[in-house]
């Protein structure tokens, strides 16, 4: 396949009053064209600061301190103001995580779908709206030429999704950032968007990221899964490699915190004890170590790099950042281990 995106070694700051918040640190990964990933990790572990770094789209206070975005071989790091602008919509869509406030309650939906393609294609307003209307359309919302001319509190939730997603669409950009498009929304809703999501991916042979902390929501929707932990990527391998065999502490914690219909009634699920490492303080040494049941004393004291599973039939496409090897060292408990 071809290769889209190519993300080197990406670190991104922020400038806080007494000093830095380290949000991501050596994020590597890349995407080939129509390729869907998927990013998770619980809340505060770096997963959307590190994909609003691809196209810059952060406070001020955040600073890119080192690192390179390829996308199809262009720098997006190093691009001006004015070069960053013309991809953002064009090149690379968003879908927001909240609908109910990421669209303008005082501006149409009309204006506001039609405002990035005047910018990128230089379109009449006549022509904008028409092409509005057939991606409304497209994302299955009915009467949609009347619904141009509606306010979002006009609409539910989940039509201010698909609105979102339009959005996102309009420009045709060969890649999609999907911010946890569903967390606002009741299940019947996100499972209608999910498979909304994936019939365009289908339809339009775009390249998707969607993040999110609900691995299971991730099944049978992604090729691929890149677990995120302190502002770092710990493991990495196609959607099946990952439920089959997860190979990182933090995976195998979170796999087993996932809801089975076998589970008795009563029961407790297991749970990650401890706190998310401090990102105030530069990383040292493995993000997961205070809180995991395999930690030896090397993980206290470098960072592992992310590096191919090793071993006789190990998926080469898997890749984790953990000193120990779990399919032969025994967990033992340790005071803020895994449960």
């Known amino acids: 396949m071809t290769k889209l995106l190519e993300v080197n070694n990406l670190h991104t700051r922020f400038k806080v009053r007494n000093g830095y918040l380290y949000a991501v640190n050596g994020v590597s990964f890349?995407?080939?064209?129509?390729?869907?990933?998927?990013?998770?990790?619980?809340?505060?572990?770096?997963?959307?600061?590190?994909?609003?770094?691809?196209?810059?789209?952060?406070?001020?206070?955040?600073?890119?301190?080192?690192g390179e975005?390829?996308?199809?071989?262009?720098?997006?790091?190093?691009?001006?103001?004015?070069?960053?602008?013309?991809?953002?919509?064009?090149?690379?869509?968003?879908?927001?995580?909240?609908?109910?406030?990421?669209?303008?309650?005082?501006?149409?939906?009309?204006?506001?779908?039609?405002?990035?393609?005047?910018?990128?294609?230089?379109?009449?307003?006549?022509?904008?709206?028409?092409?509005?209307?057939?991606?409304?359309d497209l994302v299955g919302i009915s009467n949609s030429e009347h619904r141009l001319h509606e306010y979002p509190h006009q609409l539910s939730g989940g039509m201010r999704q698909r609105v979102m997603i339009a959005?996102?669409?309009?420009?045709?950009?060969?890649?999609?950032?999907?911010?946890?498009?569903?967390?606002?929304?009741?299940?019947?809703?996100?499972?209608?968007?999910?498979?909304?999501?994936?019939?365009?991916?289908?339809?339009?042979?775009?390249?998707?990221i969607w993040i999110t902390h609900d691995l299971s929501l991730l099944a049978g929707m992604v090729d691929r899964i890149m677990v995120m932990y302190g502002g770092s990527v710990v493991e990495e391998a196609p959607l099946d490699e990952i439920y089959k065999s997860p190979r990182h502490p933090y995976t195998i914690g979170l796999l087993k915190s996932i809801p089975s219909i076998k589970t008795e009634a009563g029961s407790?699920?297991?749970?990650?004890?401890?706190?998310?490492?401090?990102?105030?303080?530069?990383?040292?040494?493995?993000?997961?170590?205070?809180?995991?049941?395999?930690?030896?004393?090397?993980?206290?004291?470098?960072?592992?790099?992310?590096?191919?599973?090793?071993?006789?039939?190990?998926n080469p496409h898997h890749r984790i950042a953990c000193w120990v090897d779990v399919t032969k060292e025994p967990a033992e408990p340790k005071e803020g281990g895994m449960l």
Do not use: W
């Open 30 to 66: 890349t995407l080939d064209k129509g390729e869907m990933l998927g990013v998770v990790g619980e809340s505060g572990c770096g997963k959307s600061v590190s994909m609003m770094s691809l196209i810059r789209l952060l406070p001020p206070a955040a600073q890119i301190t080192q």
């Open 167 to 208: 959005m996102a669409l309009l420009g045709e950009p060969e890649l999609v950032i999907a911010d946890e498009p569903t967390t606002a929304l009741d299940v019947t809703i996100q499972a209608q968007i999910v498979e909304l999501v994936k019939e365009l991916r289908e339809k339009l042979n775009m390249s998707i």
């Open 69 to 136: 975005v390829l996308l199809e071989g262009k720098d997006l790091a190093k691009a001006s103001a004015s070069e960053i602008n013309m991809v953002r919509g064009s090149k690379v869509g968003m879908i927001f995580q909240d609908p109910m406030t990421s669209l303008n309650p005082f501006m149409k939906i009309g204006a506001q779908l039609c405002e990035g393609i005047i910018y990128h294609k230089k379109m009449s307003r006549a022509d904008a709206m028409k092409q509005a209307a057939k991606y409304l």
């Open 268 to 314: 407790r699920l297991p749970s990650i004890a401890g706190a998310p490492p401090n990102l105030f303080v530069e990383p040292q040494s493995c993000p997961f170590a205070a809180r995991c049941a395999y930690r030896k004393e090397r993980c206290t004291k470098e960072i592992p790099p992310l590096e191919p599973v090793s071993g006789a039939g190990a």
